[in-house]
């Protein structure tokens, strides 16, 4: 039914045990050819690289998770290819994509106050950016 609405499912996780270690993995690795990878100077440690190789990663795909700058690069691995990719996202555009709770009480509280017409001026004015 998603597949034919055009709809994508992410999956996310802050640890790949929590995938590995269910009992739908193969039916999650199956479905999700995309994977994106984040950096991990660990790549290499035991219990580590058995994760990664259970997500078919080699030593070579671990030596750049190994080598990449943590909150900028992230390695894309799809059944097209593998490819770490630089997300330097400039000041504007993060005042959008990266966001705590703070700014989403804030995000809300200005919704709230000035209406979806009104907001882009004013989170800009909230984050700095006039």
């Known amino acids: ?8 499912v992410i999956f996310a996780t802050q640890s790949l045990a929590d995938i590995v270690d ?3 993995f193969s039916t999650i690795l199956e479905s999700c050819p995309s994977r994106i990878f984040l950096p991990n100077k660990n790549a290499f440690e035991e219990r580590s690289k058995q994760l990664y190789r259970a997500f078919g990663l080699n030593d070579q ?19 097209l290819g593998c490819r ?9 555009a993060l005042a959008y994509c990266a966001v705590n709770k703070q700014d989403l009480i ?3 509280r200005i919704i709230a106050e ?16 006039q």
């Not at 039914?1 to 994508?8: D, G, H, I, T």
């Open 1 to 8: 039914m998603l597949r034919k609405s055009n709809a994508s």
């Open 22 to 24: 269910t009992p739908i």
């Open 61 to 79: 795909q671990l030596q750049i998770l190994t080598q990449a700058t943590p909150k900028k690069e992230y390695y894309y691995v799809s059944e």
């Open 84 to 92: 770490l990719y630089d997300l330097d996202l400039e000041r504007e």
């Open 106 to 108: 804030t995000c809300r």
């Open 114 to 129: 000035y209406g979806k017409a009104n907001f882009v001026q004013k989170w800009r004015e909230y984050k700095g950016l």
